[in-house]
């Protein structure tokens, strides 16, 4: 069993739509995150939740919503996106909101925004 | 500041033939982790090692070898004997005793053609 999963691997949306990306972690950890990843550009981290409250927003903007109702499940709401956030966005978890065991990834859900 | 750079933005090999990924970092922590990650077509980041600010040793799994030099700030990878199926983009990290800061490198894509 693949230790983090993301629904849906692909996503095709209007700017005007509203929509959710999913992660769930069978690993059993304590912390989750969100990852953009652009062509071209370095990995960025979004969002970092530590035993579901939320410890770090990079200055994400609000159309990215994100939700951690329990340990297991990461949420990512979208809206009004724009086509440049069209992306891979990467869900990862590790054992606690530290770098020192390293993160463990999901295999990202591809977003296109037209 | 922390900072990854992985200054190869490509390297293209035959099969059978060795090749070396350069990753030096930037930290003023004396403690940090340093990984690498492989990233298929299919997207998902693969964990390959995990290596902390202590422990000089090089490491050989397989086909893959590390090499960590603190007095260069340098941790290079190797992959001998290259196979078709190493065919992806690795990324160089960085992590420190903070909430799950990783610094990732912008990562070297690596084609092996048979």
């Known amino acids: 069993e693949t230790g983090v999963t993301q629904t849906p691997r692909h996503l095709v949306m209007g700017m005007t739509n509203k929509k959710s990306l999913k992660c769930e972690q069978h690993?059993?950890?304590?912390?989750m995150y969100w990852y953009k990843q652009s062509a071209k550009k370095p990995l960025e981290l979004m969002f970092v939740?530590?035993?579901?409250?939320?410890?770090e927003n990079n200055s994400v903007p609000s159309r990215f919503s994100p939700e951690c109702p329990n340990s297991s499940h990461l949420f990512l709401h979208l809206h009004t996106l724009q086509p440049e956030d069209s992306a891979l966005y990467l869900c990862?978890?590790?054992?606690?909101?530290?770098?020192?065991?390293?993160?463990?990834f999901g295999p990202g859900t591809r977003l296109t925004v037209l | 500041a922390q900072k990854v750079t992985q200054a190869q933005t490509e390297i293209s090999v035959v099969e059978k033939e060795d090749v070396t990924l350069d990753c030096v970092y930037e930290?003023?922590?004396?403690?940090?982790?340093l990984f690498w990650y492989k990233q298929p077509p299919s997207g998902e980041l693969v964990f390959l090692i995990r290596?902390?600010?202590?422990?000089?040793q090089n490491e050989i799994s397989g086909r893959y070898s590390w090499n960590f030099q603190k007095s260069t700030s340098s941790f290079n990878f190797t992959i001998t004997a290259s196979q078709v199926v190493d065919s992806a983009v690795y990324f160089c990290?960085?992590?420190?005793?903070?909430?799950?800061?990783?610094?990732f490198g912008a990562g070297t894509q690596v084609v092996v053609t048979p």
């Open positions: 990862a978890s590790s054992q606690e909101a530290t770098s020192a065991r390293g993160q463990f």
């Open positions: 939740y530590s035993l579901e409250e939320r410890v």
């Open positions: 690993l059993g950890h304590n912390a």
């Open positions: 990290a960085l992590g420190t005793d903070s909430w799950g800061k990783f610094q």
């Open positions: 930290t003023r922590d004396t403690t940090y982790y």
């Open positions: 290596r902390n600010s202590f422990d000089e």
